[in-house]
Every structure is written in structure tokens, then in C-alpha cells.
């Protein structure tokens, strides 16, 4: 079933190109709380990196396969079919395919904000860069927009500070910023400690 919302169709699906597939299937809101609905398919060995939905709080429930899932500071885990996680904003976390066939889940991101367009664009650009991590101006240019929302806990604070800013600063003098002209506006920040 196909919803439009905010001028947009679903189901949305965008891949990574290694091993990471993830669809948006449509938004609702519930008590005043808009949500999106998400299911992933993720191959064995994959998964996103250590990561920080800053306003976001996500909820993973697995329909096949094995799940290993990391919090930051505390042991990892693993879930099986049907057992789910939900990881609280702020929280830093992990989770990755940890069987040995596709790992299938689904699940619902509130509230959503950027979440559609920065994977999107992290995603596409992971693709077509072609080794599993995206472009280092498109890291540094959607890292350094959406810092309020997303961080990303393996790239290095000074790295963050220091390099990113030159990387943006050098690729928009070659005109590299113009794909992501139309690029919402991240949320302000809600809590302290975003770097």
C-alpha cells in the first residue's frame, strides 16, 4: 500500500550497496508523535556503525535471522526472531547481522525529523563511492549539517572540528555542495554535548 505524505511516496527503499537495505514504508502520527515505519534487511556480517540518533529514539524488532547489538560502554548482545530492541535518543549503539543468513527486521524511528534524507544521502553515497563508506566531502558536509540529529562515534573528534570543516570548506570551492542544495534544515539542538 503506497501513502503520500509530505509530497512523498512510499515505500521508499535505499541500499548501501554493502550488505544494508533499508525501507521507509510510510509515516503516522500517534499522540501527537509522528513516527516512521522502517524494515531493513541487512546482510550476514553487516550493519551500521556505532552511531547517535541525537532526537531520535529507534525500535528494531527482528523477523528472521540473528541480530548482535552493541551499546556504548556495556556488553553485546544478540536477539533472534521475534525479540526486539528500542535504543533511546542520545544513545550510542550499534547492530549488525550476527547469523548466517539475511537478518530481517522492522521497526519505527519517532520522531523522524532528518532521518529520511540523511540516510538517503549517506546511503547513496556509500554506493557510489564504492568501498563501504561514503564520499569524505558527503560525510563531512551531512555530519557537520545534522550534528544536532546524527553523529557518527568511529570518525574522531578533532577529525570533526579540524578536518571536516576544511573538507566542506574545499568542496564547496569546487562546487560540491550543489547535490545537496535542497537539503533540509537540521533541528536545533535539544541537549548538550553535540559535537
Known sequence: ??????????????????????????????????????????????????????????SLHVVEGKMGIEILGEQP???????SATFEAGSAHRFWNAGDSVLHCKGEIWPPHNIEYFLGEIYRSSREHGNGRPEAFDAAFLLSKYRTEFDMLGIPVFVKRLIFPVIVWLGKM??????????PEAQPARSVGII
Do not use: C, W
Open 1 to 58: 500500500m503506497k501513502t503520500l505524505t509530505m509530497e512523498k511516496v512510499y515505500p521508499v527503499t535505499i541500499d548501501n550497496g554493502h550488505g544494508e537495505r533499508l525501507t521507509f514504508l510510510g509515516r503516522e502520527i500517534r499522540d501527537g508523535v509522528e513516527y516512521i515505519q522502517v524494515e531493513n534487511q541487512v546482510s550476514p556480517g553487516a550493519g551500521p556503525p556505532m552511531h547517535v540518533h541525537h532526537q531520535q529514539h529507534e
Open 77 to 83: 548482545y544478540f536477539l533472534h526472531k521475534g525479540e
Open 174 to 183: 569546487q562546487g560540491k555542495e550543489k547535490r545537496f542544495q535542497n537539503a
